[in-house]
Structures are given as C-alpha cells and as structure tokens.
C-alpha cells in the first residue's frame, strides 16, 4: 500500500524501548492528589506512612513536608500504619521531622512497629485507634539475625533520644529495642520485647489519647474547624517505593541480566531485549525518584552500555570489561546499600550465568549476536581446497637417495620422487633406503 511506511523489525522494537522510557519517565511529572476541606483560617496536612519504611517514603515524606511548609500548614498530622522497615531511612526520616517548625502528630490507625515506632516518638504528639499497637523494634539483618552489638546499641540510643526529644521517658523507648530489660507489668519480661496497647501508651505518657477516626484526632487537637489537606503519593513515587524495596531489588536486576543473556542467543533485537532493558531503566527510574541515584550514575550506566556493544566490533576484551564495570558502579551509586546492592547484583550474576549455561547448551553460538562474529567458513575438497594426505602405503617401499640425508632430503620410491628425513643420522647420496614410518608429509627412512 503507497503511503505507509514499513519499519523494520530491529528497529521498531528499539522505538519500542525509548517510548517505554519515555512514558516511565512521565510518571514524575505528576503531583499528589490533594483533597481539601474547607474549613476555617487554619490547615492541617494529613500525611500517611504505610507499609514498610525505606527510602521511597522518605523521598515522599520530604516532598509533603516541604509543601506544607510552603503552603504555611498549621499542623502536620501522620497517619501511621507500617510493620517497620529500614533503620536508614527512618533515621534520615525523623531528622527531617525534627527540623520542622510546624506542630506534628502521629495517629497510629493500626501498627507502628519497629522503624514505625521511632518515626511516631520523633512527633510532638502521639494518638492511638483502640486497636492499634506500637513498639517491638528490635534490629534484625536482611536474614533474620539479629544485628551486631555495634548496630543495636547505636539503634538504642536513637530510641532513647527521640523519646528524650519530645519529654517522654526513655526507658519505655529503650524496652521497645531491649529485650533484657524487664517490665513484666506491661506485657514485656526480660527477653521481649516492649509493645505498648493504646492504653499502656497512655498510661506511660507516650500517647496524649485514645481516639477512634480522624474527626476525633482533629476535634482533640482543638482544630476540628481546620480546612484538611489529605495527601497522597504521585505514580512516580508510587514506583519509586515499590522498585526500592530490598525484595524486589535483586528480582529486576535478574529480569535485566537474564533478558540481555536471552537476547544475545536469540535473532535480531525482541522482547527478551525489552524486557531486560525497561527492568534495567525501571531500577534506575525508581532510584532517581527515590533521590538516591543522581545523573553521574545515569552517565556511567551509559557509557558502560556504549562500551558494551562497542566490544562486539573492537578486538580486544577490554572495552567489554572496561564497559560492565562502568554498569557495576553505576549500579552501586544508585543504591542506598552498597552490600545489599553487591549481593543483588550477585545474584542477577548467577541467574544469568544459569540461564547462559542453557542456552548454549541447548541453542549454541549459531544465532543471535555470537553469529556475527564467529568464523564459519570452511575449507572444503569441492572448493579446492586439498589437505595433507597421510600415505601409510608408503610405509615398508624401499628407494635410493638422491642427494645426502642431514638428516633430510630427497629419494626415489619406486619411480616418484619424495622427501624424505632419516631417523637422525647421517646417510650419503646414493644409498639404499626403506620407508619406515609416515607422518602427514613428513616421510621417515633408514638406511638399508
């Protein structure tokens, strides 16, 4: 059909991946969605903290903040319901919550465990739903252990601080991240944990009441008449939180090196590329959103790919490594935690590598990238080409020679005229000879 254009194959599936860059990239152009209620001169931002605590949320807990700021709030209100998360981020969270200037309040609707705990002591006031509980905040590793001394004591001393902060007594704080300590009249002998019910947070002065929705947190906090400011996170960030969690980390960073390990088997440029490539940009999308990676690990990401396909066409290997380790460090710029980002990318090392063994095994180096540099021509009888013949029949003919054997030279056998090698000594002109041995064309002889 005239007017139409055909794109190729290759080329539409590239299109293919720069629009989903584009259109991931698009995600942060958003804003939260506001939803007010008018009310009488004072504001109040009505933030939640929900699911687990890492650093996606601080970049969306800075952004709300810093508009309430701006907006000139009267109050800032947190609505809490987490399981904990990454001591990281709840540190640089609480930072960020006591530089504040405006009144904040926690209002835990159902759980502050852990890294949620702390981030709710770090407020000036702490409301609780009947059911709700908050506490328990022992560290623990990626694995299930328990931290180091060093962690745990700078983690206790954290807790202590931000209770110490805002007038509540520390050793409830310190019973949260202590289990040695023993309060068995609230629930906590030595050897667990302190996890405080509404009424014991009450009791001890760490929550100022009991109250049941929203309404009557506000109608407590004298601004039932405040015009409310219910935000919440943007797509982007959305994204940014989900893509930065410790789980999902080495999963797309798998994705990535098994869809490059794929495409460099299969024909042409298709959706094992795509796939590898949008988990690749997902990774650093969600870091950047997160504002944990900036534009030199973009570059470096880059340049470490241009290295890459450069090495397909340069001789050599040490672009090739020069490339891969530019990815590497990009990768570990971006990340929040250089050991947890090096055990990801191990992991998407050995996927990978597996996934490699496979295919070569099952699909070989014939098709895909291997097929363009790989010699496959042949020298074969019918194009002309002759190898060296091993002429055993030779062996037991007997000959003279023609010139002197040092230890080679040349003999007749029976009419044709061959060289020849003696078995290392010296034989003259003229001399009596017998084949004793061939090897391709190297003809051995002794004297008879």
């Known amino acids: 059909m005239k007017g139409v254009m055909k794109v190729p194959g290759n080329r539409r599936n590239i299109y293919i991946l720069l629009l989903a860059f584009f259109l991931i990239a698009s995600f942060g152009a958003g804003q939260s969605v506001l939803a007010s209620e008018n009310g009488a001169g004072e504001t109040v931002y009505l933030i939640p903290i929900e699911n687990e605590v890492e650093r996606g949320l601080e970049a969306f807990l800075s952004r709300t903040t810093q508009k309430a700021e701006e907006e000139g709030a009267d109050h800032i209100v947190f609505e809490i319901d987490t399981p904990g998360g990454r001591v990281d981020a709840a540190t640089q969270i609480a930072e960020m919550l006591q530089e504040l200037d405006i009144p904040t309040t926690s209002f835990v609707v159902n759980q502050a465990l852990s890294a949620g705990s702390y981030i ?7 409301y609780m739903r009947p059911q709700a509980t908050m506490g328990a905040s022992g560290i623990i590793t990626q694995d299930g252990n328990a931290a180091s001394q060093k962690a745990q004591s ?31 009249e609230l629930g906590a002998p030595e050897g667990e944990y302190l996890t405080l019910s509404p009424n014991q947070a009450v009791e001890v002065g760490y929550a100022q009441g009991i109250v049941e929705d929203r309404n009557e947190l506000l109608n407590e906090l004298g601004l039932s008449e405040a015009s409310t400011v219910v935000t919440e996170p943007t ?23 098994i ?12 959706i094992p590329g795509i796939v590898g490539g949008v988990a690749l940009i997902l990774f650093f999308y969600g870091h950047v959103v997160a504002g944990l990676a900036g534009m030199e690990a973009i570059v470096l990401l880059v340049i470490g790919i241009v290295l890459l396909i450069a090495e397909f066409f340069v001789p050599g290997g040490i672009i090739g490594l020069v490339g891969a380790g530019l990815i590497i460090w990009a990768l570990l710029m971006a990340g929040y935690d250089p050991g947890h980002i090096s055990m990801s990318i191990g992991i998407a090392f050995l996927a990978a ?16 990238v291997f097929r363009h540099i790989i010699l496959k021509d042949s ?13 055993l029949e030779l062996i037991g003919i007997e000959g003279v020679t023609q010139t002197d054997l040092r230890p080679a030279g040349t003999g007749i056998f029976q009419g044709e005229h061959l060289d020849i090698v003696s078995e290392g000594r010296f034989i003259q002109k003229d001399q009596s000879v017998k084949i004793v041995k061939v090897e391709g064309s190297r003809i051995v002889v002794r004297e008879i």
Do not use: C, H
Not at 259 to 270: H, M
Not at 353 to 368: D, N, P, S, Y
Not at 379 to 391: I, M
């Open 120 to 126: 709710a002591l770090n407020t000036d006031n702490i």
């Open 154 to 184: 700078a983690w206790l001393a954290a807790m202590r601080s931000a209770a110490e902060s805002k007038g509540r007594d520390p050793l409830y704080a310190a019973a949260m991240a202590d289990p040695s300590l023993d309060l068995p």
């Open 235 to 257: 797509l982007a960030e959305r994204v940014a939180r989900f893509i930065t969690n410790p789980v999902v980390i080495p999963i797309l960073l798998s994705i990535a090196g």
């Open 259 to 270: 869809g490059l390990v794929v495409e460099i088997f299969s024909p042409g440029f298709g």
């Open 353 to 368: 590598l597996i996934v490699a063994v496979i295919l070569f095994r099952r699909v070989g180096l014939e098709k895909g």
């Open 379 to 391: 020298t074969q009888t019918d194009l002309g080409y002759v190898s060296a013949s091993n002429r």
